[in-house]
């Protein structure tokens, strides 16, 4: 894996350029489809529920979230790097010994988180410790919920890492959602009651049908991968363990365990509160978020190729093309976030608007530092990215239990939106110490002209040629 291959085998900037293009087209499409259609779904349970069991239904989710985090066990992103930089240095082998693991491990991982919580532990924390009966009573049901989201996860990534961006895309971001808000929309029209348990069951069941089909979907693709090449169980594992503690940090950064601290000290309504524009803020993030679900496998070819020049202008564009739109959502919630709130929910939630503002300022701060953790990430330096993360998450369960008690969901917010940008300027400044490249945005030309396409000015007369298959300033590693 650390041979570089020679120079006419590298990718250039115009089929990164390409790539990008094509695989976020793919992203795009499924992205803006799945958030359009989370936001209906979210929607239509707030409006089934009473802002109580809303709260709960939060919480739950909340729980499959950071329950799938640790059940994948860091394999998600693992079998991105591994893949692509197999892929990239032409050992399809390697790539299937690496889809392999990923899934066996992850498999095992999820199934036993969500035995460990069926079995007692969810309801003992969410009836015993944060006093949430109504949720304690679901966890069962949603045990299976979590193991679903955990592998749709991995086996989404696996897709992602062959650069099959729509399998990727469409599976693991729109399918699950087109589907519950299908049924979801059958049953608020057709059924007098619903209770969260319904709901709950509803989600579980269509998210294990769409698993199903991923799984065969990747089983028919990998056994396309024959040739030379091979990766260790323990290489693996040495990459996926601070992914998986990144991860995990990740979460309990926002939107996350932020929730169960305020349902610790505040009523289940205002954890719907909270929630609600939690939920929300993802339209700010969602330019980069499209960017950053083309970027992993790209990353790691570019890096093990040695092309570290053309990886940082890659991602400064990249920033730079997702930056603009992301400021501008941030303007409407800024602007009319109570409306914007009563739309998507129901005038009981206009008043979390000071939550949105708060929350979408520090969205729009990660957008344009730009994607300095898939960077990180996807180049070797895993351990400084889980070390950044659990700082900053931290500092972020550290604000929020001392604020939470005094300033609710305001405190909590503030916490919250504190920790992570500390995270994206220290990640920011660690990427620039550790490669050499920046990832922010830039307005420069260069940049500019990378983003339109636009071939640079020829030499002027007596100017030396340049280097076919090169770029200046490009090195052979980091």
Not at 131 to 136: K, M, Q, S, T
Not at 160 to 170: H, V
Not at 236 to 242: D, G, H, K, S
Not at 269 to 288: I, N, R, S, W
């Amino acid at each position: 894996m650390a041979n570089r291959v020679s120079e006419d085998a590298t990718i250039t900037l115009g089929s990164v350029r390409r790539r990008l293009l094509t695989g976020s087209a793919w992203v795009l499409a499924a992205r803006i489809a799945g958030l359009a259609l989370g936001v209906v779904m979210n929607g239509l349970i707030a409006r089934m529920l009473d802002p109580s069991g809303f709260g709960a239904f939060l919480l739950t989710s909340t729980m499959v979230v950071i329950g799938s985090t640790v059940a994948k066990l860091g394999m998600d992103r693992a079998v991105v790097r591994f893949t692509a930089s197999s892929l990239g240095v032409g050992e399809p082998a390697g790539a299937r010994e690496a889809i392999r693991i990923a899934v066996g491990w992850a498999a095992l991982g999820s199934a036993a988180v969500a035995a460990v919580l069926a079995l007692g532990l969810g309801q003992w924390f969410f009836g015993s410790v944060l006093g949430e009966p109504l949720v304690a009573s679901v966890v069962p049901i949603a045990a299976g919920w979590l193991f679903a989201t955990a592998m749709q996860s991995v086996l989404a990534e696996c897709f992602r890492g062959l650069s099959r961006f729509g399998y990727a895309a469409a599976l693991h971001m729109f399918a699950t959602d087109f589907a519950t808000v299908g049924v979801l929309g059958a049953v608020f029209v057709t059924a007098r009651s619903v209770s969260l348990s319904n709901v709950v069951t509803i989600v579980t069941v269509v998210a294990m049908l769409v698993l199903a089909i991923t799984g065969l979907l990747l089983l028919r693709t990998v056994r396309s991968l024959r040739g030379p090449g091979h990766v260790g169980r323990s290489e693996m594992f040495a990459v996926a363990r601070p992914l998986m503690v990144t991860n995990l940090g990740i979460y309990l950064l926002g939107a996350g365990v932020d929730m169960w601290i305020l349902g610790a000290y505040e009523p289940t309504d205002q954890v719907a509160l909270y929630g609600a524009a939690a939920k929300l803020t993802v339209l700010v993030a969602t330019p980069m978020i499209i960017f950053s679900g083309v970027m992993p496998p790209l990353v790691a070819e570019l890096f093990a190729q040695g092309k570290i020049r053309k990886l940082e202008r890659t991602l400064r564009s990249g920033a730079t093309l997702v930056g603009v739109p992301a400021l501008a959502v941030l303007m409407l919630f800024v602007v009319a976030g109570p409306w914007v709130l009563g739309t998507v929910y129901e005038p009981y939630y206009r008043q979390a608007a000071p939550v949105l503002m708060i929350m979408s300022i520090s969205r729009l701060i990660a957008v344009w530092t730009g994607s300095c953790g898939i960077a990180l990430m996807m180049t070797g330096h895993q351990k400084d990215m889980m070390r950044i993360t659990l700082s900053s998450a931290a500092l972020s369960v550290g604000g929020g239990l001392a604020l939470a008690p005094h300033f609710g969901t305001i405190g909590v917010a503030v916490a919250t939106a504190s920790a992570q940008v500390v995270q994206n300027v220290t990640q920011l400044l660690t990427a620039h110490r550790r490669l050499g490249i920046w990832t922010y945005v830039s307005f420069s030309p260069e940049i500019l002209r990378d983003l339109i396409g636009r071939p640079p000015r020829p030499p002027g007369p007596g100017a030396a040629p340049a280097v076919q298959g090169s770029s200046p300033g490009e090195g052979g590693g980091s």
